[in-house]
Each structure stands twice: as C-alpha cells, then as structure tokens.
C-alpha cells in the first residue's frame, strides 16, 4: 500500500499492488479473474466475481511501487458486501459483491485515473462474521490501526469517531421499532454502524452488525436517494458519504421520539383517569429505561460531530469536488445556491443542531416519564389511602354493635334490661340509630 499523489490533487490516493512471484509474470489461470469498473469494459455484473462464481486467486497489475501484497495465499478467504456504485453520469447497485475483487479495481482506478468523473463507492458490509474477514482485508491491504479494526468487531459499544492514519472511523446506532403498534408502548432496538473511510479514497464502507428487513428499508431509501441525485450527491466524493449517512441516522430518531411523545400523553391519560394496572407501570418503566439509551446514544455522537467539525480531515472533505460542481453549474447557467452554499463544514453544523435538538427532546421526555412514575406511585398512595378510609369507616359505624354487645354479654347476674319483654328489639334499635349518626356525621365531615 502506498499513497500516490496525482497532477490534478495533492491528496493521497491509496494504491494496491502486489510484487511479482517467480520470474515470470504470467498466470496459469491466463488471465486476471478480478474485474474493474473502467469505461473500455462493460462486464455484466458490478463489480467482477460475485458469490455464485467466487475467485480464490488474483494476479493484480504491475504498479510503479515497491511495497505488495501476496492475496493469493491460501488462506486468503473471499469477502462479500453489498456495493453501490456511483458517479455524476450513472449509478449501480448490486448485492454479494466480492470485496477482494473491488479493492483490486479501486487500486487500478486510483493509479490511472484523475478525472473528476470518477466512480465513488459505499461498500456495506453486513454481519458479524463478514466484518471480521473485511476487516482482515483491510488490515491487509490499507494496515488499517488495531485500534480501528477493534473498534468495528466489538459489539455493542457507545457511539466514538477515531480519526487515525488518515483513516476515519465513527460509530452510531441505527433506532428501530416493532412494526406491530398494537401495544401501547415501543420496545426499542438499535443496530450498531461503524462507517470507516480513508482520506483520498474512493470509497467508504459502512459495518452493519445486522441485516434485518428495517436495516434493508433503511439503505435502500438512500439508495434511492443517491439515485435521484439528491442535492447534486452524484458530483461528489465518496467521503461525502459519512455526513450523509450520519444525517439519515439522525432522521430516524425524530419519529420514534414523536412516537414516545404520544406514547407518554397516553399513558398520562390512563393515569389520571384511574387506570393503574401493572402494565401502565411496566410501560412506563420500558419508556423511562428507553428514554436512558437513547441519551446514551445521542449525547456521544453530539460530542464527536462537534470534535467533528474541528478535525482536518472534516475541513477537506469533499471541497475540491464541491468547487468543480458549483463551476459547471455556473458554465451551464443554472447554478443552484443550494448546491453551491452547503460545504461539508456546513453540513455537520447542521447535524449538530438536530443532534441538540434531540438531546433536548431526549431530556423532556426524560422529565416526563420520570414525572408519570411520581404520578403513579402517588395514585398508588392514594388508592391505599382510600382503602383504609374505607375500612376505618366500616370499623367506626360497628364500634356501636361492639359496644352494645360487650355490655349486656358481661356475667352479672343482676341486669335489669334481661327482664323487659322488648329489650332484644330495644337493643337493635339503639345500635341501628347509631350507626345511622355515625355514617351521617362522616358524610357531613366529608369523610367519605
């Protein structure tokens, strides 16, 4: 690996080669089984050798540069990610892509072409087990920091940005929801992204630790965004490609914090109408306990998107493709302020505010659920409250039965109301008329 400076840009473009083995530099297959993305060749699929025709051997092309790496070892094994491919004039996309046989074209791409017109390239790797061999690839061919390549195989782990050897690495969480609403809570799980890309380079990958159906939603919107050429995103570098996913990661919390929003005014309403099951407690524990992940994840990545925007290699992303897209525009007339006007500098500032915007967002409904549990526990009180009201009630209007009772069941011999004839319907006359002044008397004391 070696960096190679072209006429047309100082910066380092990263460049793989391989020494030659033997005195001859033919190959007994006859040919290089790898594929490249050049204009001259129109191969029929993306990027070469897929996983339905997998290649174990590449005899990669003789550069001007001494330092090589041997990829027909044995024990090399084949790596698979999705790629999207995209340039100003076009845009592909295709899955199993064999990423040994990519990295042999973006080494050939980088040492023969200095055109603005380059093809860019986010390469998605998904799955534990693939981001271990891709990141073995890249120690291998890019002697990617043991830090970084950690970093992307521990999981899960708190959002963090590295910038190291001209490599940038930062981690984030994608939210996702049940899509099943029936419950009146959500039950929140985040997939962990590492995006990683080297300064100069072609390309960015992006380290997915799952591939669920949401994950698959989730790229292929951007998919489609590039597409469509959203906000002229085809002009530019691939680095271009870390704000741009971050900021979609970013949009997918506001709709599940709104969703949290609705979820604690329901059970606000439940609570302050009596209903104390122990589902609303355990709702709102899920919610509160939610609500802690989430500042888990959005205040690390508000810090390292403003350690962010101070760093180098922030400051020279995408500037010079920027500045040539802007050019072509004013040569055809048909600038566009919005293109021309959000630099890179600009872009994360942006999603710093939205990062603010949910920490505070993240915050109140903090305060609320926490709030909701001091409601709860004091309509618990209060229930208890009511219920020994009750009871003192029921144990007060019987103190005249007791009492009644007590007196005339004492073992004196001599008791002059065991005589009368009526004294057993005295005796219930008396009790029933108290009882009736002590149930009035708590009434009127509103007691009850």
């Given at each position: 690996?070696?960096?190679?400076?072209?006429?047309?840009?100082?910066?380092?473009?990263?460049?793989?080669?391989?020494?030659?083995?033997?005195?001859?530099?033919?190959?007994?297959?006859?040919?290089?089984?790898?594929?490249?993305?050049?204009?001259?060749?129109?191969?029929?699929?993306?990027?070469?050798?897929?996983?339905?025709?997998?290649?174990?051997?590449?005899?990669?092309?003789?550069?001007?540069?001494?330092?090589?790496?041997?990829?027909?070892?044995?024990?090399?094994?084949?790596?698979?990610?999705?790629?999207?491919?995209?340039?100003?004039?076009?845009?592909?996309?295709?899955?199993?892509?064999?990423?040994?046989?990519?990295?042999?074209?973006?080494?050939?791409?980088?040492?023969?072409?200095?055109?603005?017109?380059?093809?860019?390239?986010?390469?998605?790797?998904?799955?534990?087990?693939?981001?271990?061999?891709?990141?073995?690839?890249?120690?291998?061919?890019?002697?990617?920091?043991?830090?970084?390549?950690?970093?992307?195989?521990?999981?899960?782990?708190?959002?963090?940005?590295?910038?190291?050897?001209?490599?940038?690495?930062?981690?984030?969480?994608?939210?996702?929801?049940?899509?099943d609403d029936s419950q009146?809570?959500?039950?929140?799980?985040?997939?962990?992204?590492?995006?990683?890309?080297?300064?100069?380079?072609?390309?960015?990958?992006?380290?997915?630790?799952?591939?669920?159906?949401?994950?698959?939603?989730?790229?292929?919107?951007?998919?489609?965004?590039?597409?469509?050429?959203?906000?002229?995103?085809?002009?530019?570098?691939?680095?271009?490609l870390v704000p741009f996913?971050?900021?979609?990661?970013?949009?997918?919390?506001?709709?599940?914090?709104?969703?949290?929003?609705?979820?604690?005014?329901?059970?606000?309403?439940?609570?302050?109408?009596?209903?104390?099951?122990?589902?609303?407690?355990?709702?709102?524990?899920?919610?509160?306990?939610?609500?802690?992940?989430?500042?888990?994840?959005?205040?690390?990545?508000?810090?390292?998107?403003?350690?962010?925007?101070?760093?180098?290699?922030?400051?020279?992303?995408?500037?010079?493709?920027?500045?040539?897209?802007?050019?072509?525009?004013?040569?055809?007339?048909?600038?566009?302020?919005?293109?021309?006007?959000?630099?890179?500098?600009?872009?994360?500032?942006?999603?710093?505010?939205?990062?603010?915007?949910?920490?505070?967002?993240?915050?109140?409904?903090?305060?609320?659920?926490?709030?909701?549990?001091?409601?709860?526990?004091?309509?618990?009180?209060?229930?208890?409250?009511?219920?020994?009201?009750?009871?003192?009630?029921?144990?007060?209007?019987?103190?005249?039965?007791?009492?009644?009772?007590?007196?005339?069941?004492?073992?004196?011999?001599?008791?002059?109301?065991?005589?009368?004839?009526?004294?057993?319907?005295?005796?219930?006359?008396?009790?029933?008329?108290?009882?009736?002044?002590?149930?009035?008397?708590?009434?009127?004391?509103?007691?009850?």
């Amino acid at each position: 690996m070696e960096k190679a400076n072209h006429d047309s840009d100082s910066r380092p473009i990263w460049i793989v080669s391989r020494r030659r083995h033997g005195s001859s530099s033919s190959s007994d297959d006859g040919g290089d089984p790898g594929s490249s993305f050049s204009s001259e060749s129109s191969p029929p699929s993306l990027l070469g050798s897929s996983r339905s025709n997998s290649v174990n051997r590449y005899d990669l092309p003789e550069y001007k540069t001494d330092t090589s790496f041997d990829l027909s070892s044995d024990e090399e094994e084949e790596v698979y990610a999705q790629v999207v491919k995209f340039s100003p004039n076009s845009f592909e996309s295709q899955s199993d892509v064999s990423l040994n046989g990519l990295l042999h074209s973006l080494g050939n791409q980088s040492e023969n072409s200095n055109s603005s017109d380059e093809p860019q390239y986010w390469i998605r790797v998904c799955g534990r087990e693939d981001s271990k061999q891709a990141v073995s690839l890249f120690r291998k061919l890019f002697k990617l920091h043991d830090v970084a390549a950690d970093i992307i195989l521990k999981t899960p782990q708190r959002p963090k940005m590295l910038s190291v050897d001209s490599t940038l690495l930062l981690i984030s969480h994608i939210p996702s929801k049940p899509e099943d609403d029936s419950q009146h809570y959500i039950e929140m799980s985040n997939t962990q992204l590492g995006l990683m890309t080297f300064l100069g380079s072609p390309f960015c990958v992006s380290f997915h630790d799952d591939d669920d159906q949401g994950v698959r939603n989730w790229t292929s919107a951007l998919d489609e965004r590039i597409r469509i050429n959203v906000e002229g995103f085809r002009h530019k570098k691939a680095s271009a490609l870390v704000p741009f996913i971050l900021r979609a990661v970013v949009d997918k919390y506001f709709p599940l914090l709104e969703s949290y929003s609705d979820d604690l005014e329901e059970l606000e309403e439940w609570l302050m109408t009596g209903k104390t099951s122990k589902n609303v407690a355990k709702a709102i524990s899920r919610v509160k306990r939610d609500m802690s992940r989430l500042r888990r994840v959005i205040w690390p990545m508000r810090e390292y998107i403003a350690d962010a925007m101070l760093s180098d290699f922030f400051q020279d992303l995408e500037t010079k493709r920027h500045a040539t897209f802007c050019r072509t525009l004013e040569i055809g007339k048909a600038r566009t302020d919005s293109l021309c006007d959000t630099p890179p500098s600009r872009k994360m500032q942006e999603l710093y505010e939205h990062l603010t915007y949910l920490a505070d967002m993240v915050e109140t409904q903090r305060d609320i659920s926490t709030g909701l549990v001091d409601l709860y526990l004091s309509s618990q009180d209060h229930k208890t409250q009511e219920v020994v009201q009750r009871l003192t009630v029921i144990g007060a209007t019987f103190i005249p039965f007791s009492f009644f009772a007590g007196v005339y069941g004492m073992n004196f011999e001599h008791l002059p109301e065991f005589k009368f004839k009526v004294g057993y319907i005295l005796f219930w006359m008396f009790v029933s008329c108290s009882g009736c002044f002590l149930l009035y008397s708590f009434r009127k004391w509103k007691w009850i």
